[in-house]
């Protein structure tokens, strides 16, 4: 019954923490290295590596090794999978709501 | 820099687990006890019941105790916060490529 969507998991946990969510903003405004990555953020090298990667994973950011040092950038995803499934969970609000409505208003029409 | 927002943290970590956005979608149908949340999935009792307090620490699910069982319900939330940082980040994307298809058309001209 479970649907297995782990492209889905992946995009939802990457997103889930703030600094990663922060990369992705700077990443908007042009390509970066690691280190220009992590300095604004005060982190070591090897920890903002662990959030790329688990970025990199999800296929939001792409690294390239140029020289010594790696560049990242956006992927070209638009969080499409993330999106859809937010909006049917709020359509699937509303329609509830309108269940509920349409339930009280038919309550009321048997109460007159 | 990093802006803290530990509540959409929390509201991407819950939806990260196909358990758990499936969990969504059948309180979406009306509430259930943990025991008719298991029962399709398979799931231990214990099992379910964490994946149900991550949901209700996210404040998707409330859950009230009734005798011997717990009922979950879906929480008023709409996933407003989830929904705009999407879209934020969709615009920021459609904003990129058209400053670059501004800049490929620019060089076209140049080069006639």
Do not use: N
């Not at 649907?3 to 939802?12: A, E, G, I, S, V």
């Not at 296929?59 to 090794?65: A, F, G, N, P």
């Not at 499934?85 to 007159?112: C, K, T, V």
Request: charge should be neutral; hydrophobic fraction near 30%; aromatic fraction near 6%.
């Amino acid at each position: 019954m479970v649907q297995y969507q782990p492209q889905l998991d992946r995009t939802f946990a990457a997103l889930s923490d703030p600094t990663r969510r922060e990369i992705l903003q700077r990443l908007g405004r042009g390509s970066a290295t690691i280190s220009e990555l992590a300095e604004p953020f005060g982190m070591s090298l090897t920890g903002c590596k662990k959030h790329v990667r688990v970025l990199e994973d999800a296929e939001l950011v792409s690294t390239e090794k140029i020289g010594r040092s790696r560049r990242c950038a956006l992927g070209p995803r638009r969080l499409q999978d993330a999106h859809d499934w937010i909006e049917g969970y709020r359509q699937m609000l509303d329609e509830r709501l309108d269940r509920l409505d349409r339930f009280l208003h038919q309550s009321e029409g048997e109460e007159r």
